[in-house]
């Protein structure tokens, strides 16, 4: 069973820069899609950003443009580098492993979950 587990969130002025990893242990990561995911409070996780495992990018429209997802498969790493950040940017970011090597937006189609890491944007 794979462990993911992330890094990188803090507290940043709208604006600013965050580059979240999510590092990956005792199972495959090259062969599986990989995607970020948000949790605000009171709200539902949504979709963020996924890369199939040969590097197709796709993006939630809230976000495409400002941020960037991708992967170093020798480091079993995952990216998320969120540029132009916004206070509706706030929540909790989780990364996750899909259930095959293509893209896919559902939680469902996310087999592997990290604990999250929070990112809080003031204005």
């Known amino acids: 069973q794979v462990q993911l587990v992330e890094s990188g969130g803090g507290l940043v002025q709208a604006g600013g820069s965050l580059r979240l990893s999510c590092e990956a242990s005792?199972?495959?990561?090259?062969?599986?899609?990989m995607g970020w995911f948000r949790q605000a409070p009171g709200k539902e996780r949504e979709f963020v950003a996924a890369?199939?495992?040969?590097?197709?990018?796709y993006y939630a429209g809230s976000v495409k443009g400002r941020f960037t997802i991708s992967r170093d498969n020798a480091k079993n790493t995952l990216y998320l580098q969120m540029n132009t950040l916004k206070p509706e940017d706030t929540a909790v970011y989780y990364c996750?492993?899909?259930?095959?090597?293509?893209?896919?937006?559902?939680?469902?189609?996310?087999?592997?979950w990290g604990q999250g890491t929070q990112v809080t944007v003031s204005s």
């Open positions: 890369v199939s495992w040969d590097g197709i990018t």
């Open positions: 005792g199972g495959t990561f090259s062969s599986y899609a």
């Open positions: 996750a492993r899909g259930r095959s090597p293509n893209i896919a937006t559902r939680t469902a189609n996310f087999g592997s």
